[in-house]
């Protein structure tokens, strides 16, 4: 299919338009009206600021492809905001949420395995062209890729390509139903985070440990609390993007060193900058939350981190394309039938053990979009979560070659018992 050249390309423009969205949207949501505050108590802030970006993607207007925010946004942005996000948290709170948060996760990792080979059969009934393809063009090869991407991330996604050996026409196929899919599902999440009693009350969820953290929080912020100076202000963004350009440093050093004498551990994502690059500013992040450094929380760390995750937001909404479905209905029907089975597995072992649907979105994003897109989920339910998504998403790092694997060897039974 022909590139299609979006009406704005000039990456300055784009990113106006972005923080444009960005202060539309928040200064509409200060707004001290009956029509303001009805609106947004059904439609997140968080949601729109996604959403809206993707509308000019789909439209062309702009291009996320095309476009080299997302790659800065995630690169140098996210690290920053998960160093002011993680500075302030109390650690010992977030080891006191339990092993729900961990049992989501894992739940999200089986549904996820079992979702594609089922997905597959199911459409595979209705169209029996689905299983078709020979050599590398077999669709099964491409869905295993998605099964890396869902689990794990872009390297675990990648690992997958070279080893079913997915042709190169195919995995741009399957990058498509990935993104669409996977997006779709975070604007549903986005949406819920917003008002997660409904399904808490549903659960009969014990949120205790949640509202604990949340309060503790609050209540050291308050303690601390002052207007910045300018002095201030650069102090935490000087923290914030001096830990990330060491974070960089290190990586750049790590991941090349893991790929050429330890190439056997690249199925734990030890030879990929970007996790090296989460890992360390997450750790850093941790380390001085031990230190006179979380009072920075003081004069606003958190809230310059939303501010950097926002932009983040903003930039992955810009990567969906909502027409993308129409060039391939049927691999489409497979990844969103896949998804549902995954979500299904989620929700009844959520109420099985009675765990707050936090759990639920942070777990599963922590699979299906990684350490770019755990964050923000956790994010829109309270800033002083980040960190839950964070952590859970190095999980899905570190299990998603293994869990892809198994999935792909699945798909491949399936499509050659049929």
Known sequence: MEEQIPLITNDAVVLGILMGILALVFGTASIDKPFWKKFYSVVPTVLLCYFLPS????????????????????????????????????????IKLGPKALIMFLSGTVGIILGGPLALLVVSAIDPSVMGGAGPDEVWRG???????????????????????ASPVL????????????????????????????????FKADTSAITALEAKVAAYRGSIMKIPSMADTLMVLGVGFGITGIAHWMAD??????AENHPDLEKYSLDSAFFWIVVIATTAGLALSFTRARNLE?????????????VLVATVGMQMDLFAIMENPLLFLVGSLWMLFHITIMLVVAFIIKAPFFYVAVGSQANVGGAASAP????????????????LAVFGYAAGTYGAYICGLLLQWVSNTN
Do not use: C, H
Not at 74 to 94: E, G, H, N, Q
Not at 253 to 258: E, H, M, R, Y
């Open 298 to 310: 003081g004069v606003g760390a958190s809230r310059m981190g939303s501010v950097l995750l926002y």
């Open 253 to 258: 050093g790590i991941a090349p060193w893991f």
């Open 376 to 391: 923000i989920v956790a994010s829109a339910f309270s800033p002083s979560l980040a960190p839950v998504g964070v952590l």
């Open 55 to 94: 509308i000019l993607n789909s439209f062309g207007v702009i291009s996320g492809e095309q476009s080299s925010l997302y790659k800065v946004a995630s690169r140098f942005l996210l690290p920053a905001s998960l160093v002011l996000f993680t500075l302030s948290i109390d650690f010992k709170s977030i």
């Open 143 to 165: 869905l295993a890729t998605i099964a890396g991407s869902w689990i794990g991330g872009g390297a675990n996604q990648t690992a997958m390509y070279k080893t079913f050996g």
């Open 171 to 202: 995995f741009s196929q399957m990058i498509a139903v990935d993104v669409l899919i996977a997006n779709l599902w975070l604007a549903v999440l986005l949406f819920w985070a917003g008002k997660p009693d409904r399904i808490d009350k549903l």
